[in-house]
């Protein structure tokens, strides 16, 4: 197989990173030419540093042909600044690969091979990844940023709904132009900070990227000043939220959730109307009655609303619906269960017992939504 030379332009955002930048471009000197099956150079995104980070890049300049500088009017953000770097390496500098660095030695530019040598593997989407074994955080660290970098990684990985991904907010990374970023509207950039590498990463996902996750030692900052927002955490909850705003998926539960929610209405007010106050049953049969109806009530909804694209139609529809009783059974077989073991537990506490209660509701829709999506709808993938 003959291996294509490929063009990666490595892109390095600054902001007043001088003494990191004369360093790194001394380091990246002596490694970068070591790489030879693929063509590397360097593309200095500087937001108009005031300690005059640029002119130390056009200085080594002078000397080095494969180093680049692109300097914004102003600081914008560090999406904007990727925003310009990469349409420049698209545009200007003809890359086929662009990778994401930070100037201050928190990438170890000793690891930027590993990642370049999976080019050859056949991925898409290289990430430098600090969960994975080999991978790692500082443990110079507080608790406090170790606990925010460790939990708003799992949060976001659940709310996008990668658990496959171990390391989705990292900053080390190599995406393919090709099919790839050069389909990547960045007038669309869904923020102008640090959160943008959630957009990229989800946007690389959806486009079916084949993802490779290298462990790296992300290391601890020992010079020059961290640019890190305040409130990235909420900018990065509002990237996700709108990313998943129309998540087939996301709204499909939520449809779920709300039919449950009108099942629970009608169960309660025939209980309330026929059992209580008509008197027209007593209370129990009123409950198992409101119970039927608001077991019709879910599967029909469901059939037609929630798994609509998968919806039972004609003479099937009653064995479904038969199958969608036995269900209804199941769940309060597991309430049941959950609540004897919390009678059990709580001594008859009656925190403990509603906690079980709780825990019960939400076991139940879990556990329901998964029989709705894989036996009686039967969503694939
Ligand atoms: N051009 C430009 N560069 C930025 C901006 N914000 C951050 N940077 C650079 O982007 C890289 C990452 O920023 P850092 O402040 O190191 O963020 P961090 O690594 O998450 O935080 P620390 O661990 O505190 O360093 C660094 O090279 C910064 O100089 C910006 O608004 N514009
Ligand atoms: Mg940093």
Redesign the pocket.
């Known amino acids: 197989m003959i291996q294509l030379v490929a063009r990666v332009v490595i892109i ?6 001088k003494d ?1 930048t004369v360093r790194m471009i001394d380091t990246l000197a002596g490694i970068l030419p070591e790489i030879r099956d693929h063509q590397v150079e360097l593309l200095y ?3 108009n540093s005031p300690d005059g980070t640029a002119d130390v890049v056009r200085d080594k300049q002078k000397e080095l042909k494969w180093l680049h500088l692109l300097v ?1 009017t102003k ?4 999406g ?2 990727y925003a310009k770097g990469m349409t420049h390496a698209m545009k200007e500098l003809k890359a086929d690969w662009l990778m994401e660095f ?3 030695f ?1 990438h170890p530019p000793q690891d930027i091979p590993r990642l370049i040598a999976e080019i050859d593997n056949g991925y898409d989407y290289i990430l430098g990844s600090r969960y994975i074994p080999g991978g790692s955080i500082p443990s110079e660290w507080g608790f406090k940023r170790k606990f925010l970098s460790v939990v708003g990684n799992h949060v976001a990985r659940i709310t996008l709904l990668l658990p496959g991904i171990h390391d989705v907010t990292g ?1 080390f990374k190599l995406a393919r132009v090709k099919g790839f970023m050069d389909e990547f509207d960045f007038g669309r950039l869904l923020s102008r ?2 959160a943008y590498k959630i957009h990229l990463l989800h946007y690389m996902v959806q486009k079916g990227a084949r993802v490779k996750e290298v462990p790296f030692h992300f290391a601890h ?1 020992t010079a ?5 927002i305040k409130n990235e955490m909420q900018e990065t909850l509002r990237v996700i939220f709108l990313l998943q705003l129309n998540n087939p998926k996301i709204r499909r539960f939520f449809k779920f959730a709300a039919v449950g929610g009108t099942g629970l209405v009608l169960q309660t007010l025939i209980f309330e109307i026929l059992g209580l106050k008509l008197r027209l049953f007593s209370p129990a049969v009123a409950t198992v009655i409101g119970g039927e109806l608001a077991i019709v009530n879910n599967f029909l909804l469901n059939n037609f609303w929630t798994f609509s694209d998968h919806r039972v139609v004609g003479a099937k529809i009653f064995g479904k619906f038969l199958q969608f009783n036995f269900t209804s059974l199941l769940a309060l077989g597991i309430q049941f269960v959950i609540l004897s073991i919390g009678e059990y537990v709580a001594g008859g506490n009656e925190w403990v017992i509603r906690g079980f209660y709780f825990a019960a509701l939400v076991i139940v829709l879990i556990t329901n939504y998964i029989i709705y999506n894989k036996i009686i709808w039967k969503v694939k993938k």
């Open positions: 390095i955002p600054t902001f007043n990173e990191n995104v500087d937001g914004e600081k914008e953000g560090l904007m600044a930070d100037s201050d928190q900053g900070s640090f900052r020059g000043e961290s640019k890190i």
